[in-house]
């Protein structure tokens, strides 16, 4: 059975991921891909998946997504990346209640992502063994910030709660989550140039040691055993990176559009 629902995944050469995003949402009446420049077979895959294929360069996260709900033919939207899909759980749990969401006067709906790091899923580290995240929207009542990276959707009323998670296939290895960490730390430092926000460089060893803590012992990385251990000291180091990177903005402008540059040889710059 299909609902008035339109799957909205945005994507960059996601040939390995694509299909099996789609596919795994059956209900919705409507699929759309917003891809910015796909040079591998993501286009094509999502078209013969039922999907309609939209092109846009690249805005940043936020704008992307709101780009993207602004095409839909629906109102009520669902929103996936491409290394995301729903389990035929959450499915069964979606049929189940979209009679009643889609009749509602709520904004949206929080659900649970679940993910495996470094080959195995994470059963204690909250960010990653049942991240409570918002995907499920009335475009009327939600939007996204514009945020260049880290963007969040923001409800203007109630929303909902599914209990069933959908899975998130996180990188596939140590080398994808640095370059992604490298892509997300130059897109927070150009946020933050664009506010003309103070680098306060001062606080790094400080930042380091709380977010190391904050991970691995609020968070329960340290349940996790050395994958927590490792996904601590990744989120450590990222937190420290970008500000360093930022720091380099300021005292050095030129360093914007030479980094620019070398970003757009590795296909990272967006």
Not at 2 to 16: C, D, H, Q, R, W
Not at 184 to 205: C, F, H, N, T, V
Not at 257 to 265: F, G, N, P, T, Y
């Amino acid at each position: 059975m299909k609902f008035p629902v339109t799957l909205v995944v945005i994507t960059y050469n996601e040939a390995a991921n694509i299909a099996r995003c789609l596919d795994s949402v059956p209900f919705a009446a409507e699929k759309l891909v917003v891809d910015c420049g796909s040079h591998d077979d993501t286009v094509a895959i999502a078209s013969a998946h039922g999907a309609r294929v939209v092109q846009q360069p690249w805005l940043g996260f936020g704008p992307q997504r709101n780009f993207a709900a602004s095409l839909a033919h629906h109102d009520w939207i669902l929103v996936l990346d491409a290394d995301e899909s729903l389990t035929p759980a959450l499915v069964q749990e979606f049929e189940q209640r979209l009679p009643q969401l889609l009749s509602s006067e709520l904004s949206g709906a929080f659900l649970y992502r679940s993910a495996w790091f470094m080959g195995a899923p994470m059963r204690w580290y909250r960010p990653l063994a049942g991240e409570r995240v918002e995907r499920f929207y009335h475009r009327g009542r939600a939007r996204w910030t514009e945020a260049r990276v880290h963007e969040a959707l923001r409800f203007d009323g109630r929303a909902a709660q599914l209990r069933t998670p959908f899975h998130h296939d996180l990188n596939p290895t140590l080398v994808h989550q640095q370059l992604k960490m490298l892509r997300y730390s130059e897109l927070k430092a150009r946020d933050w140039l664009q506010r003309g926000r103070s680098p306060r460089i001062w606080e790094l060893p400080f930042v380091f040691a709380a977010t190391f803590l904050k991970d691995y012992v609020l968070r329960g990385a340290v349940l996790d055993g050395w994958r927590g251990f490792a996904i601590a000291h990744l989120a450590a180091s990222y937190a420290v990176y970008k500000r360093l990177r930022y720091y380099e903005m300021r005292i050095n402008p030129t360093s914007v559009s030479l980094a620019e540059q070398l970003l757009a040889r590795h296909d990272l710059n967006r």
